[in-house]
């Protein structure tokens, strides 16, 4: 099986960008796709979002498993150096992120997040499996208070329950069995400044629409570029094909 992949990450309309993102993969062996969004009025989250990025891929290198007990240690290993620095580093204290993961060995993949970065599993060009933010616009999905696509301009949307940074105990969403991949299964791993202005069945279209990753990408960008305005979030987004 062979993962195809592109990657983009935007400043916005903000002055610094707080995404960071990245991957690794060796064909027919294993491969690690992970962004990583640092919270906006927070210090240096430009700094949180790439060592958990950088200290994911590195961790996962060392031990590929994808078992539920090591995908946990990789992104609790990530939270941990982000402790650290804040510990070494007083004037980043406070500095948070999100992260959302998937790993493969080539033949199953799992995926992990923490936060409202979201990974979106494609198969025969629709979406069978999304996850869930850890929100306080989430918990009003999940108590009925408000329906599932009002979840873009829900007043407390910005609200994380669960991020990096925040303490050394940290809750990982992780996919409890691996899933078996196939040829023309597709991956999408976004920030909310991507995900929030494009919705899903427009990702649907413009996937049945694209022959590569990158043009993949470039459609939904452009829909986002046209109802982006003022300083509108920082945008990451990491698409993989499976071929």
Known sequence: MKFITSVLTNIGGRN???DYAGYIYRDNSYGAWIVA??????????????IAVETAL???QLNKSLSKTNIDSVINHANLDIINYQINCKETNGMRTTIVSLFTDSKEVVWAHVGDSRLYFFN?????????DH?????A??????PEDQ??????RNKLIRVLGSSPELKVDILKNSVQIKP???FLLCTDGFWELIYETEMEIDLCKANSPEEWIKFMTERLIKRAFGQHDNFTAIAVFVQ
Do not use: C, P, W, Y
């Open 135 to 139: 929100s306080v616009s989430q918990m």
């Open 58 to 60: 590195n961790s996962f």
């Open 141 to 146: 999905v999940s108590s009925g208070e408000i």
């Open 16 to 18: 610094k960008n707080d």
């Open 37 to 50: 969004d640092g919270l906006g009025g927070h210090v240096n989250g430009e700094v949180a979002s790439k």
């Open 184 to 186: 023309g299964d597709a």
């Open 151 to 156: 979840i873009r301009f829900h007043e407390d």
């Open 124 to 132: 025969n060009g629709v979406i069978k499996f999304q996850t869930r």
